[in-house]
Nanobody, 114 residues
Framework: QVQLVESGGGLVQPGGSLSLSCAAS???????MGWYRQAPGKQRELVAR???????NYADAAKGRFTVSRDNAKNTVYLQMNSLKPEDTAVYYCNLGGDAMGYWGKGTLVTVSS
C-alpha cells in the first residue's frame, strides 16, 4: 500500500502564493501524478496532472497560475500556486495512478481569505 502525505496548506491572502508537497512512501517514477481539490458542497475536481515524462495539464481555473512538478528521486510531487483567489479555497489531494483505482492522500486545507 503506497501512502501519500500532502503538506504546505494553510491560510493565505488573495493574491498570495502557496506551495504544496506530496511525499510518497514508494517510487512514483512509473506513474502519472495529479492534484485534485474539493470545496465544501462541491464535487472533487482535477487541478493539475503531470505524466511520467513530465508533460503537464491544468484545469482552466488553474492555468497560468499553478505549476505542477515532480522529483522522482525524492518521490515527491509539488504544486506551486500563485495569484490565489478565494475560489481556490479547498482541501487539496494528491493522487497516484489515476482517480479510478489510484492512491490518495488525506489532503491539506488551503484557505484563501482576507
Amino acid at each position: 500500500q503506497v501512502q501519500l502525505v500532502e503538506s504546505g496548506g494553510g491560510l493565505v491572502q488573495p493574491g498570495g502564493s502557496l506551495s504544496l508537497s506530496c511525499a510518497a512512501s514508494g517510487s512514483i517514477f512509473r506513474y502519472a501524478m495529479g492534484w485534485y481539490r474539493q470545496a465544501p458542497g462541491k464535487q472533487r475536481e482535477l487541478v493539475a496532472r503531470i505524466t511520467r515524462d513530465g508533460t503537464t495539464n491544468y484545469a482552466d481555473a488553474a492555468k497560468g497560475r499553478f505549476t505542477v512538478s515532480r522529483d522522482n528521486a525524492k518521490n515527491t510531487v509539488y504544486l506551486q500556486m500563485n495569484s490565489l483567489k478565494p475560489e481556490d479555497t479547498a482541501v487539496y489531494y494528491c493522487n497516484l495512478g489515476g482517480d479510478a483505482m489510484g492512491y490518495w492522500g488525506k489532503g491539506t486545507l488551503v484557505t484563501v481569505s482576507s
